[in-house]
C-alpha cells in the first residue's frame, strides 16, 4: 500500500469515528465491530513504513486518536446515563 493510499485510509477510519461520536453523542447506539482491527492494521503498515514516510502520516494518526478519545469518552457518557 501506498503512503497516499494508507493515508486515505486513515482519513476514511477518522471520519467513520468521528461520524461514531456524532451519533452516539445523539443516543444512537453503534456497533463499532470491526473497528479495532481497522486501526490496528493501518497502524501495523505504517510502523512497516520506511520512517520518513511514517512520519508524514503523525499528524494524522494524531487527528485519529483524539477522534478515538473523543468517541470513547461519548460512549462512557452514553453509558453512564443508562445507570440514570
Known amino acids: 500500500m501506498t503512503k497516499d493510499e494508507l493515508a486515505k485510509r ?5 471520519d467513520y469515528v ?8 445523539l ?3 453503534m456497533d463499532l465491530q470491526g473497528l479495532d ?3 490496528a492494521e493501518v497502524c501495523d503498515l505504517i510502523a512497516a513504513m520506511p520512517p520518513k514516510e511514517g ?6 494518526m ?5 477522534s478515538l478519545e473523543t468517541l ?3 460512549m462512557r ?3 453512564e446515563g443508562k445507570d440514570d
Open 27 to 29: 443516543g444512537e447506539i
Open 77 to 79: 457518557k452514553q453509558d
Open 72 to 74: 470513547a469518552d461519548a
Open 37 to 39: 482491527n481497522n486501526v
Open 55 to 60: 512520519q508524514e502520516l503523525e499528524s494524522q
Open 18 to 25: 468521528r461520524d461514531c461520536e456524532r451519533r452516539v453523542s
Open 62 to 66: 494524531t487527528i485519529l486518536i483524539g
Open 10 to 14: 486513515l482519513k476514511s477510519i477518522t
